[in-house]
């Protein structure tokens, strides 16, 4: 009896023993607890600048210039533009000229004359910047105007209203100002100049300001 009592007591002590074992090396995988060695992560913080609005891209300016005197002259050229993109602005506008010549300088003297003209039409613009103080443009205008147009049957000039297509290529330096701002100033080419042209000239130089 003592026998079966102390081979009881052996196998009791044993299975004990296993079970301490099993214990020690983390049980089975349905009781081993979660790690929580990871640290939660950090939700990124959205950002705070808002996308720009359409009417934050807008930009607002042109050209002006006037002169009294011998000779007057009234130059207004308002332009609106949209920034598709910080270096591409694309627009449009409308240009006024009023031109009122008493004395030119011809034959190396002054003349008197008598030439007054007005100028005006829309026109759209798209301005590129390769680089930050760069730019490159082209501008298309219709404008109406007084063309004086020499008669050999009269030796005199005639006057004849049209309209006349203008297209600019043009270039130069860009500045910024503000925030969308911009100033440039440069020089243009009028590729479809002719004896039509309300411009004295092919080639004209630029100086427009924008806000």
């Known amino acids: 009896m003592k026998n079966l009592l102390l081979l009881i007591f ?3 002590s044993l299975s004990l023993s296993a079970q301490s074992e099993r214990f020690k090396k983390g049980g089975s995988k349905a009781d081993k607890p979660r790690e929580q060695s990871e640290e939660p992560k950090l939700k990124p913080q959205a950002s705070t600048e808002k996308p720009k609005s359409w009417t934050d891209k807008l930009i607002f300016g042109g050209g002006a210039g006037l002169s009294f005197g011998t000779n007057t002259n009234i130059f207004l ?5 949209y920034q598709i993109k910080d270096n591409l602005v694309v627009g449009a506008g409308y240009m006024y000229n009023y031109a009122r010549w008493r004395s030119i300088w011809a034959n190396g003297s002054f003349q008197n004359t008598d030439f007054e003209n007005t100028v005006h ?9 390769p680089l930050e103080s760069v730019f490159l443009g082209a501008q298309f ?18 006057v004849e209203n049209r309209w006349t297509n203008v297209l600019f ?11 969308k701002g911009m100033m440039l100033l440069g020089i243009r080419y009028n ?11 092919s080639w004209a130089p630029i100086f427009l300001v924008y806000f």
Request: zero cysteines; aromatic letters at 18%.
């Open 10 to 12: 052996v196998a009791f």
């Open 121 to 129: 039409g829309p026109n759209v613009f798209a301005n590129y910047s």
């Open 191 to 201: 590729l479809l100049h002719d004896q039509y042209s309300p411009y004295g000239a």
């Open 141 to 158: 205008e219709v404008l109406n105007h007084d063309a004086y147009l020499y008669n050999i049957n009269t030796f005199d000039f005639d």
């Open 169 to 179: 290529v043009q270039g130069g330096f860009r500045q910024q100002v503000g925030k």
């Open 77 to 81: 050229a308002p332009q609106v533009g």
